[in-house]
């Protein structure tokens, strides 16, 4: 098992993959910032639309460009904590204008169907995060790169995403389907099958034959790029296979998260990815205290003698939150109990909600213990490589 | 409070991931079924979030009653289009071949929105649908995708109408566009927590939907702690909750060692800073949308079943979330 702090040490990249609403762009903030404190130059990259990061980090805003976060220091050294929200749109513009001639770019950016697929069709947002990641790889600037995930329902959609996108690039059937449109003038008809004419004919009707054209103008447009789209597909699943790679599950101790934290954990193990263990967020860790063996009875006895004010209601509170912590430690057990080689990283429930640089470090530190001592040798500042805004 | 009405006759309930807007749109057909009305609960995305809550393993594309007056439904693209495709074109042929191909995939991706509104359009067949002169159901309650995703859904007819100039699908699209946008026919309920950043998103979304010409119908308030502490103490305990409790024991006449003392301590400070919080977000909702609130307890519970629902539902009731039937709109 590594331990959490390894994985903060020595990866290169991090991915938080999770259901929605357990704290995933936290604990990705959280993790980002205790490398950066650490010494470690580190971006972390988030796509949520809901701007949640920049709202935990107490910006107002972040964009599709790496922005320095200004965070006071923890040590004699300002950590270098970089973040970035991810933007389909540009990410998908600048790919294209990447891959192809200008001219093919502009031919394909005032295409009505590209303007729409690059924002809605189903499994860009995750094939343009890979995208992003593979883009910050590349240019090198930082130790570690944290990655917040869309809360997609099923992880199918975040490790699937790029083969979806070739594949409907790709879209041989559809090619096949929209033969006339894409050898207009020709009369091919013939050799199209009845399945294939029979959807043209009930297509058009239904979507009208002017965004067909558009539809088999996309493509034409897209003619000898799909190679290139495969070979980044792949190298971006190279990169998230390697050794210095890990992702980190995070959910919380209720049923339906656990549930899709068992199916991640499961899913990453069969694609051979490098998983670092599971966040558990939110939980209630109630611990039996000598003398509140029965605290209902003792909660009687304080309202009986007319003078438990706070103390009745609390002997309450701790007899709920302890019986909350049983039922938690249960469906944690049930859920990813005979998964012993997995570690579980637990964060308990703050009564205060995160949104500042104080509290992402004290959930830091729930998870990793207090911040180590800096290192003899790196408390000198680091040669400025580049100097950014 | 009768500003809290749910009085359309489609309630789409989203909120941010993880507020438990499936067990309070669940919650809501239950107290609806109960008030008399014909409900269909409706999910989408295929998420299987509903089924638990009743007992039940599956929802399927059939109709299918789930508790009594509750009738479940999940809406599937690729059905809906070969039903859409055999109701407007009597085409059976063609949609049972075209089931299970990659043209299905490719038809509700290739026209922008038309996933979406395939979705919605079936909403829209449910909702206009009627039996022996009176609508088939009184209202449909849909589990929605949660608000990051919801404008982009709400948008669809809109885009779509902009997108495509003529034929049945435009006017499929109109159909929907005027559903979603008349308040009699269609409300977004909002649930949140009561903490910063769920309302936070709350009222970015009461905005945005509001934009879209879409009504906004009451906000639920989801998973309240209770107020345990009375609010003169409530100071008190959230800074020192430690000194508070060992005066109270010692004048109780209990004998509470430092370990127990200490354990109270934690639990007590953490739900008065808790119950602050709250307070503070409660306000913050008000001030930022002025919207009229429902609220729902925290369910000390770790799963949602059939009797959380139905407890849930009490509470929605009893706050006057819903009209009774036959009462004039």
Redesign the interface.
């Known amino acids: 098992m590594t331990a959490l702090s390894e994985l903060i040490a020595d990866r290169h990249i991090l991915v938080c993959v999770g259901p929605g609403g357990v704290g995933k762009t936290t604990t990705a903030a959280a993790l980002a910032l205790r490398a950066a404190d650490e010494g470690r130059r580190t971006i972390v990259c988030t796509i949520d639309p809901a701007r949640r990061l920049a709202q935990s980090l107490g910006l107002d805003a972040l964009d599709n460009s790496p922005r320095r976060i200004k965070v006071p220091s923890a040590h004699r050294r300002a950590p270098e904590l970089w973040g970035m929200m991810l933007d389909m749109k540009s990410t998908f513009d600048d790919m294209i204008l990447d891959m192809t001639s200008p001219e093919r770019a502009q031919q394909i950016f005032a295409n009505p169907f590209y303007q729409h697929v690059s924002s809605t069709l189903a499994g860009t947002q995750e094939y343009m995060a890979m995208e992003k990641l593979w883009e910050l790889h590349e240019e090198g600037r930082w130790e570690l790169i944290v990655l917040d995930t869309p809360p997609t329902r099923s992880a199918l959609d975040f490790l699937d995403a790029p083969k979806k996108v070739t594949d409907f690039l790709e879209g041989r059937f559809l090619r096949l389907l929209l033969w006339p449109y894409l050898y207009a003038g020709k009369t091919y008809l013939k050799a199209v099958n009845f399945g294939a004419k029979a959807f043209l004919k009930v297509a058009t009707k239904i979507t009208g034959s002017e965004l067909l054209a558009d539809v088999a103008n996309f493509f034409m447009a897209f003619e000898g790029m799909y190679d290139t789209f495969k070979d980044r597909a792949k190298r971006v699943h190279e990169l998230l296979a390697a050794r210095r790679t890990g992702f980190v599950v995070v959910s919380a101790p209720q049923e339906a998260s656990l549930r899709e934290a068992r199916y991640f954990v499961q899913r990453l193990g069969a694609e051979h990815m490098p998983l670092g263990g599971v966040v558990m967020n939110r939980t209630h860790v109630v611990p039996a205290a000598a003398g509140l063996e029965d605290p209902r009875a003792l909660a009687e006895r304080a309202r009986a003698a007319g003078n438990g004010r706070v103390l009745a209601p609390a002997l309450d509170l701790y007899s709920w939150w302890r019986e909350i912590s049983l039922r938690e430690g249960d469906a944690v057990k049930a859920a990813l109990g005979d998964l012993t080689d997995v570690p579980i990283w637990q964060v308990p429930d703050m009564a205060d909600d995160v949104h500042d640089v104080p509290a992402l470090r004290r959930v830091a530190e729930e998870l990793l213990g207090p911040l180590p001592p800096m290192p003899p040798g790196a408390a000198a500042p680091p040669k400025k490589e580049s100097s950014e805004s | 409070m009768p500003g809290s009405l749910v009085t359309s006759r489609l309630a789409i309930v989203s909120g941010?991931?993880?507020?438990g807007k499936t067990t309070v749109a669940a919650a809501l057909a239950v107290a609806a079924a109960r008030a008399g009305k014909q409900v269909l609960l409706v999910e989408v995305?295929q998420?299987e979030?509903l089924a638990p809550l009743f007992g039940e393993k599956h929802i399927g594309y059939e109709e299918a009653r789930l508790a009594p007056g509750v009738t479940g439904l999940s809406v599937v693209p690729d059905e809906a289009l070969v039903e859409y495709?055999y109701l407007f074109?009597g085409?059976r042929?063609?949609g049972r071949?075209?089931k299970g191909?990659?043209?299905v995939e490719?038809?509700t991706?290739?026209?922008?929105?038309?996933r979406d509104i395939l979705l919605i359009g079936k909403l829209k067949e449910a909702e206009r649908r009627k039996v022996g002169g009176d609508y088939a159901y009184d209202l449909i309650v849909l589990d929605a995708p949660?608000?990051?995703?919801l404008p982009?859904f709400l948008e669809a007819p809109r885009?779509v109408v902009e997108?495509?100039?003529?034929?049945?699908?435009?006017q499929q699209a109109q159909g929907v566009l005027d559903m979603v946008t008349d308040r009699k026919r269609c409300q977004v309920v909002l649930v949140t927590l009561p903490?910063?950043?769920p309302v936070?998103?709350t009222a970015?979304a009461a905005e945005t939907v509001s934009k879209l010409g879409v009504a906004v119908g009451p906000v639920v308030v989801n998973g309240v702690y209770p107020d345990?502490?009375?609010p003169d103490?409530l100071d008190?305990?959230a800074n020192d909750?430690r000194t508070?409790?060992a005066h109270?024991?010692l004048?109780?006449?209990?004998s509470?060692?430092d370990?127990?003392l200490?354990?109270?301590?934690r639990?007590?400070?953490?739900?008065a800073?808790?119950t602050v919080?709250q307070h503070e977000a409660i306000a913050q909702l008000e001030s930022e949308t002025g919207l009229p609130r429902l609220t729902l307890p925290f369910l000390?519970?770790?799963?949602?079943g059939k009797e959380e629902v139905a407890r849930l539902a009490d509470l929605l009731a009893e706050q006057g979330a819903l009209e009774e039937n036959g009462a004039a709109r």
């Open positions: 941010k991931g993880g507020v995305e998420r979030g495709l074109y085409i042929y063609v071949v075209l191909s990659k043209a490719f038809a991706n290739i026209a922008p929105g038309l949660p608000t990051g995703r982009r885009a997108l495509v100039h003529s034929g049945p699908i435009r903490e910063d950043m936070a998103e970015e345990s502490f009375a103490d008190a305990v909750a508070t409790l109270d024991a004048r109780s006449g209990l509470l060692g370990e127990a200490e354990n109270l301590a639990v007590a400070g953490a739900h800073r808790r919080h000390f519970s770790s799963r949602m």
